[in-house]
């Protein structure tokens, strides 16, 4: 047995990395396991890969075994792998999304029943509902919430690698299965810098009694025993009690495995962590990546002398009543509990009800910590990673303290159809901003972009002392489809969960011609700002390529304006089309983040060690494609007047058919955002009203093409009428008007 370090040693032991948070679970997963099932399903399929490519390497875990990995045909097959495994012993563990975990439950709900310490790790999910997502929210966790799994959510990069250990300690000393989750593509593919847990800490966090005791309950023909019975009704319900000891005992275990990793590394965590004013009246309460946003945003208000609090949940399952009243000042007199979830049909979604029972029986007791309830609202917000901004964050406060406030509301769309949203301000900017580096790069899925954005970030993060977020919107379709990079750098700790939005960027790059004409890129610029155009237009030539929008908004916001042909640069240097080298060193140039020959020397050195092994001639190319790359990257000088006689063309034709127009051309313009949901029921958002003539009814859902129209009145939807409803009475009608014409 190896010395123990002391607290003092591991916490300056700590190596810091930039990495997403994909990678920060399966770096934990991998070390603390013994069998890795895996299927993928974005976006959680990074998290298998790397423990199969690390297994493939020969990495060991913590206790000198290489990981099994084994790929089956369904997540069922996966969470049946898993089942069987921990049954026979071995620490197991797999990861999964939305559907994926759907197809788990039969298997989750045997596991928890019969006590098997067994991790689940999630990149959080949209489920397939009207349509299928593979962007994140809350719902896949959601419709698991009753298998009997312990739920652990983690808010950041960080906090991804530090609850997968937590839950990991805490499901083998309490006897329960885990999910581990945090939020799809927010968390899972935001790059971060975190610090790497140390194997000491890990060994350290893993009790060996509680592996022996795991070992001791393993199913073997030398000790056999009977497990999965099948029981009648009149044991059934007693052996079903018999669990509850684990569940009562399992937020005290949590919290003292959480006390044990903040004495071995010096970071914090509590089940329910609050922040905010002591004396806070108004508190917002949520779980996942959505309460670093939050939590920046009180931040701010506490300056302005707010008196204004947030609660970010950690320990979902079991849910602790207790440990959530004692993190609540008891000054607070209004609640808003946001789901990043919806539960149609409910008479409010989950975490909401879960607040509202726990407080209102504290107040029934009569001798709990409220004499009157607080007025608890719910809300849904950021369903398939929809922007959750300040200015959302500040409409949801002003929200508590209106007189009238909305329950069960929205925020983040304009709901004009049952009336559930908040208006907020888009323009609203927190303090943390002021002191941080935007930058946002337009790039087509597989050119390079993206893998150049990563590289810029590690060398920020892992070889200056600068704090640097990453997060890249990435489109369904993938390979050749838009991706937009949004980097963040600052000299202080990066909790922005939200894009780079409009006026903040000081550095936008432009990695394909073929946006210039279609999306107003330099909205997003802040005054001041550098613009970078890979094209091949010459320096005389480029201004009058340019929309004369984008040449008016240079000159109004003095932007600064460079270009490349780095499709030139690469053809020459023997890189084919690759530009991502010559894009990254083009901003390391221009962008003033690091001073330019340090970061020259910083790129060649990610250059020896991303491509090295590859072979030296690979290395010696873009080496030379980057030393090319300051010899053509120029500077235009703007002239004193916009020329252009051409403006940014429209999303689709002026003759396209109305739904086109209204939403299937705001979605190509990048404006979907901003459709209201009226626009995208199955019916037209045009409506009728109880009064509307039948004829009129039905030549308006003809002229319109749809089966349906919503019925109006007083501006409410109080139904809605399809033609067929107009059938008994349509074909006599038709006839009259016939004959009258």
């Keep these: 047995l190896r010395t123990r370090p002391s607290a003092r040693e591991e916490m300056s032991a700590q190596k810091k990395v930039t990495i997403d948070g994909n990678k920060a679970a399966a770096y934990v997963a991998h070390r603390t396991n013994e069998v890795i099932a895996i299927y993928p399903n974005t976006p959680a399929s990074p998290m298998g890969e790397l423990a199969d490519e690390w297994s493939a390497e020969g990495r060991k875990n913590i206790w000198g075994g290489i990981p099994e990995i084994i790929e089956l045909q369904s997540e069922a097959g996966a969470a049946g792998s898993v089942h069987g495994a921990v049954q026979a012993g071995a620490l197991t563990t797999t990861f999964t999304a939305s559907q994926g975990l759907l197809l788990m439950i039969p298997n989750m709900y045997k596991i928890a029943g019969e006590l098997s310490p067994v991790v689940i790790h999630v990149a959080a999910r949209s489920l397939a509902a009207q349509a299928l997502s593979i962007f994140g929210d809350h719902g896949d966790v959601m419709a698991a919430r009753s298998t009997g799994f ?97 569940y009562s005992a399992m937020p005290g275990i949590v919290q003292g495995i959480m006390d044990q990793f903040a004495g071995l590394t010096g970071r914090a965590y509590r089940l329910f962590d609050y922040f905010g004013a002591v ?77 509202v029972t726990a407080l209102a029986e504290d107040v029934a007791s009569g001798d709990g910590k409220f004499k009157h309830l607080p007025r608890i609202l719910g809300g849904r917000y950021g369903l398939s990673s929809k922007e959750f901004t300040p200015g959302m964050i500040r409409a949801v406060f002003d929200n508590l303290s209106a007189g009238q406030a909305k329950n069960k509301f929205t925020v983040g769309i304009h709901d004009d159809l049952t009336h559930t949203s908040l208006e907020w301000h888009a323009d609203a900017r927190n303090l943390a901003q002021e002191h941080v580096k935007q930058c946002l790069f337009y790039g087509l899925g597989s050119d390079g972009t993206v893998s ?98 984008m040449q008016q908004q240079m000159l109004d916001k003095q932007v600064r304006f460079y270009v490349i042909d780095g499709y030139r640069v690469a053809r020459e240097n023997g890189m084919g089309r690759r530009i991502n080298t010559i894009m990254q060193t083009c901003f390391f140039a221009i962008s003033d983040v690091l001073p330019r020959d340090e970061a020259i020397g910083r790129i060649k050195q990610a250059v020896e060690k991303t491509y090295g092994r590859k072979g030296r001639r690979i290395v010696e190319r873009n080496f030379a494609a980057i030393d090319a790359t300051l010899a053509n990257l120029h500077q235009v000088e703007l002239p004193q007047q916009a020329t252009s006689d051409f403006e940014v063309r429209p999303a ?90």
């Design 452 to 549: 150049a954005n990563k590289n810029t970030i590690k060398i920020i993060g892992e070889e200056t002392d600068n704090y640097a977020q990453g997060y890249f919107v990435y489109d369904s379709k993938k390979a050749g489809a838009v991706t937009v990079s949004h980097l963040r750098f600052s000299a202080s700790p990066i909790r922005s969960t939200y894009l780079v939005n409009a006026g903040e960027a000081d550095f936008i790059g432009c990695h394909q011609t073929v946006f210039l004409d279609r999306f107003e890129l330099l909205d997003m610029a802040a005054p001041n700002a550098v613009f970078l155009l890979n094209t091949p237009a010459s320096v005389e030539e480029v201004w009058d390529t340019l929309p004369r929008t």
């Design 279 to 355: 004396d806070a009246e108004r508190v917002i309460l949520l779980m996942g990546s959505g309460a670093e946003a939050v939590e920046e945003t009180v931040e701010h208000l506490l300056g302005t002398g707010e008196k204004v609090g947030m609660l970010r949940v950690r320990l979902y399952r079991p849910f602790s009543a207790v440990h959530l009243l004692q993190a609540l000042p008891a000054s607070t007199r209004h609640i808003a509990v946001l789901d990043r979830c919806k539960e149609p049909g409910a008479d409010g979604e989950p975490l909401y009800k879960d607040v």
């Design 150 to 246: 312990a739920m652990l959510a983690s808010c950041s990069v960080q906090e991804v690698m530090d609850m997968a250990l937590i839950s990991q300690a805490a499901a083998l000393r309490g006897r329960l299965p885990f999910v581990h989750f945090f939020d799809g593509f927010r968390t899972s593919h935001e790059m971060s810098k975190v610090e790497l847990i140390p194997d000491e800490i890990i060994e350290a966090m893993i009790d060996n009694e509680w592996l022996v005791a795991h070992r001791g309950r393993a199913l073997t023909p030398d000790e056999p025993v009977i497990r999965g019975t099948s029981q009648n009704p009149d044991v059934y319900f007693q052996a079903r009690e018999t669990v509850n000891p684990y």
């Design 652 to 741: 689709v034709p002026a003759e396209a058919p109305p739904f086109v127009q209204r939403v299937t051309g705001e979605i190509i313009a990048n404006r979907g955002d901003s459709i209201p949901v009226s626009a995208i029921m199955e019916s037209a958002p045009i409506s009728v009203t109880p009064d509307t003539p039948t004829l009129e009814a039905i030549d308006l859902m003809r002229r319109e093409r749809v089966s349906c129209l919503p019925v109006v009145r007083e501006g409410r939807l109080v139904g809605l009428v399809s033609e067929r409803d107009f059938m008994p009475i349509a074909s006599q009608l038709l006839e009259e008007r016939l004959k009258g014409e």
